[in-house]
């Protein structure tokens, strides 16, 4: 997998990944659902669910309280703000800007946030694979410092050249931060197989060869081509790809699992947890 960076004034002509679908999302508040896995999830799983967070104003117990998952992992990328989580696990901590958090649900778990302004954060779902969906939940907090970098990329999950994620996460997949300057170009060649590809904007403007804008998430053709890029402007973006999923995707409220048994257990465990911390008094 190689990863090339350039800067020059010429436009973007190249032969790579064309974009087969594109969208806005679809605004709760401060937080804008860009994927959900009954509907683009379907397209670009494990990728199955995408939030994109940009706002001036403190994200509470209100809109991030206490719930539960299984079945999943979420990463959740804070770029700029800060915020603190914990998790039924006992597992608590503070993000500063730039840092990641991994919380890998397996058969169940409960967790919440809340964040100090002004915010721009990801959190995405990954549809676990079968020998991890009802594994015991466990998660891995790393700070900026500690995110490996193969030039403009910062490896989140999966690796980039040398630059290998930390991070326990399935195999096949890969998921970027990527930061490019006005008229840079950059090519980036995803390993054998990953067929899945997609980007969401969070700042700036591209090309891909075709525009994608702020707030835009947009899906590359099913394929293991390169992905071409050019910034029209100074631009932050995630860049997902990966082995694609194969299987259905059996959804709960807030559970994604392979099977409507393994979706059972899922539920019937996050049940159980739920009930301890309400007699804990953590839930009302």
């Known amino acids: 997998m190689n990863a090339i960076v350039q800067t020059l004034s010429a436009p973007v002509v190249g032969a790579g990944r064309s974009v087969v679908f594109r969208t806005r999302g679809h605004a709760h508040g401060p937080v804008v659902r860009m994927v959900s896995p009954s509907d683009v999830g379907q397209m670009i799983k494990p990728f199955v669910f995408l939030d994109l967070i940009d706002t ?23 770029m700029d703000g800060q915020c603190h989580y914990a998790e039924s696990t006992d597992h608590e901590g503070t993000m500063e800007a730039g840092d990641i958090e991994w919380m890998s649900a397996g058969r169940g778990v409960w967790h919440t946030g809340f964040g100090i302004p002004p915010i ?17 939940a466990f998660s891995h907090h790393l700070s900026v410092n500690e995110i490996p970098s193969d030039g403009p990329v910062r490896v989140l999950l999966g690796r ?27 090519t980036y060649q995803p390993p054998q197989g990953y067929r899945v590809g997609w980007i969401a904007v969070m700042d700036g403007s591209l090309h891909t060869p075709e525009p994608v804008d702020k707030g835009e998430l947009a899906v590359f053709d099913h394929s293991d081509a390169a992905i071409e890029f050019e910034a029209t402007a100074d631009v932050r973006f995630v860049l997902g790809t990966a082995i694609p999923h194969p299987h259905d995707l059996h959804l709960g409220s807030y559970s994604v699992h392979t099977s409507s048994a393994a979706l059972m257990e899922g539920e019937c465990e996050i049940a159980r947890i739920g009930s301890e911390l309400r007699a804990k008094g953590v839930l009302r």
């Open 56 to 78: 001036q104003h403190a994200i509470g117990q209100q809109g991030y309280g206490w719930h539960p998952h299984s079945g999943i992992a979420t990463l959740t990328l804070l």
């Open 120 to 136: 721009k954060a990801f959190q995405l779902w990954i549809a676990l694979p079968a020998e991890r969906e009802l594994a015991p």
């Open 160 to 186: 980039s050249g040398e630059a290998v994620s930390p991070i326990n996460a399935p195999s096949g997949i890969n998921y970027f931060v990527v930061e490019l300057k006005a008229g840079q170009r950059w």
